[in-house]
């Protein structure tokens, strides 16, 4: 009447919201909740469609613990906000990568020295920094 050897597609061992028939489909850790130690648990990750496996799915710079649990960006998407920068680089400068008004876009100049801040991605220059090339002049 009792089945001594429960089904691993009914058991979920590490408690991660993902069954352990399916952690085996993935390739994931059934004894822990999160493969790849990104911050995000394989649950989570199978949830918003991130890898459980890559600590960065989109290759941006950000883990997907960051992007979901701090900075509230996709961790699907290398840029969240569309404004030709990667997340992890407006992180690193220290611009919103939700907000494409702030250090992106087509238009913006966040340091007002005539190269709006997607050129200066191009470019290898700070968005930030009017003199960013050192010369004195903006």
Do not use: C, H, K, W
Not at 49 to 56: L, Q
């Amino acid at each position: 009447l009792f089945d001594s050897d429960p089904d691993e597609n009914d058991t979920d061992t590490d408690g991660d919201g993902v069954l352990d028939g399916r952690e085996a489909e993935l390739g994931t850790d059934i004894d822990g909740s999160d493969t790849d130690g990104d911050g995000l648990s394989d649950g989570m990750e199978v949830t918003v469609g991130s890898d459980p496996n890559t600590a960065d799915s989109d290759g941006d710079g950000l883990t997907d613990g960051q992007e979901v649990n701090v900075y509230g960006t996709d961790p699907n998407d290398q840029d969240t906000d569309n404004d030709g920068i990667p997340d992890g680089l407006e992180v690193e400068r220290g611009t919103d990568p939700t907000d494409p008004a702030n250090a992106g876009g087509t238009n913006t100049d966040s340091d007002g020295d005539g190269l709006d801040d997607s050129t200066e991605n191009e470019l290898g220059t700070d968005p930030n920094d009017p003199d960013s090339d050192g010369d004195g002049r903006r």
